[in-house]
């Protein structure tokens, strides 16, 4: 695979009791999730703080890896999930823990990766815990030996496929979806397969010439990750679109949150390859913007997080884990993040089980394994880069 620098990126932001509940009541959702705000320091405060508890049903010895976590009192966490959308998670897990600091830095998939490789290399502190949508650079990463193995208490809570050796754990279950700019194309316009996607962009030519966004495969590691996956499932189809994606001079971009937007306002048509949680919330705010479930196939990914086996405080990771995997966390996840829930017994709108309803028989959830990790090796990476590059003319904006 191409190695490039990572880029430098301000120090991680802590959060604090404070700023955790400025940015919930910004959201509306402080009330629901956060105790009153403290006037002192956070960092003066923290040892009178409260001591956190093992949540309830969890073994006896649970009360001593909290202990462990809360002498830590830091946990630092790089993740591809937007920090606004992390917000509520935070606040929520430091209710429970108060003596735990969070430092939570979002990152782009690729230089998440990139950066992990470079201050393991360079013998410098990386993350605690990593946390990204492309599954593919996490297998990579545990299957190269970076990854703590931890027996959850929360495991059995989850489809067998969910983790893998204990080292690795599917956090969401998000289905990959397009989305559309609702008056410029309309529901009966919009193409609702993979295969359709193909045929539209070559019948609609100039109409959709430089209107469709995707992810520049090159730069996102999402984005390589679901065409890897697109690859798999419909290799014709995926060739197909990818030629016409460079024929109508496609805009490829890093993340779903920037299609999202250009979609939204109307200077894109289509969008191709989202991350339906994002998509799906934006939609219930924004009339203009359509989501559409592909009927042939629609995959499903997950957040994958991994705690780095060298973690700085490995004990405040096992806690961060738990709680991600745990009812409540999952329930916060459903509800005010907005993403979508793994767990069965999740409530909210936004979970494994609404999902399943929806799509049925043409859901494609992605198994933890290392065959994800395939594709990323050199050979196969630059052979599909190639291809695409040929395909699409590649450009990025």
């Known amino acids: 695979m191409m190695q490039r620098r990572p880029a430098q990126r301000p120090a991680s932001r802590p959060f604090s009791r404070r700023s955790a509940l400025g940015r919930l009541a910004a959201l509306g959702l402080a009330p629901a999730l956060a105790a009153p705000a403290m006037a002192e320091d956070d960092n003066e405060l923290m040892s009178y703080a409260v001591r956190g508890a093992a949540p309830p049903g969890y073994p006896q010895a649970y009360a001593a890896t909290v202990r462990a976590a809360e002498d830590e009192g830091r946990l630092t ?11 509520p998670l935070v606040a ?25 490789i470079a201050e393991n290399q360079l013998g410098r502190e990386a993350a605690d815990v990593l946390w990204s949508s492309a599954m593919d650079q996490m297998v990579a990463l545990a299957t190269a ?4 193995a931890y027996d959850s208490p929360e495991k059995a809570h989850l489809p067998a496929w969910a983790q893998w050796q204990d080292r690795l754990w599917s956090t969401t279950y998000e289905p990959v979806v397009f989305a559309h700019h609702k008056p410029s194309l309309s529901e009966a316009q919009v193409p609702r397969s993979h295969a359709a996607l193909a045929q539209w962009l070559a019948r609609e030519g100039d109409r959709a010439s430089g209107k469709v966004v995707s992810y520049d495969i ?31 001079r496609a805009r490829l971009l890093l993340t779903t949150d920037a299609m999202v937007r250009q979609i939204a306002t109307g200077r894109a048509l289509l969008g191709v390859n989202l991350l339906g949680a994002y998509t799906v919330a934006q939609a219930r705010r924004q009339p203009s913007l359509g989501v559409v479930f592909p009927e042939d196939y629609t995959l499903v990914s997950s957040r994958v997080l991994l705690i780095n086996g060298k973690a700085a405080h490995p004990n405040a990771a096992r806690l961060w884990l738990d709680y991600l995997l745990s009812r409540r966390g999952q329930t916060v996840m ?37 065959e994800l990790a395939a594709p990323l090796a050199n050979a196969a990476y630059h052979d599909v880069i190639l291809r695409w590059r040929a395909a699409l003319g590649y450009r990025s904006v």
């Open 77 to 87: 966490v790089h993740s591809t999930t937007d920090e606004r959308v992390a917000v």
């Open 92 to 116: 929520d897990f430091k209710r429970m823990y108060p003596r735990i600091n969070v430092a939570y830095e979002d990152l782009n998939s690729t230089e998440l990766y990139h950066r992990f």
């Open 145 to 148: 030996g970076h990854a703590l």
């Open 218 to 248: 090159q730069k996102s590691g999402l984005g390589y990750f679901l065409a890897t996956q697109d690859i798999a499932a419909n290799t014709d189809a995926f060739w197909a679109t990818a030629q016409a994606l460079g024929h109508g």
């Open 334 to 370: 459903a509800t005010a993040s907005r993403l979508y829930a793994l767990r069965a017994d999740a409530q909210g709108e936004t979970t494994a089980a609404a999902l399943s309803q929806l799509l049925g028989q043409r859901q494609r959830p992605i198994a933890l394994g290392p």
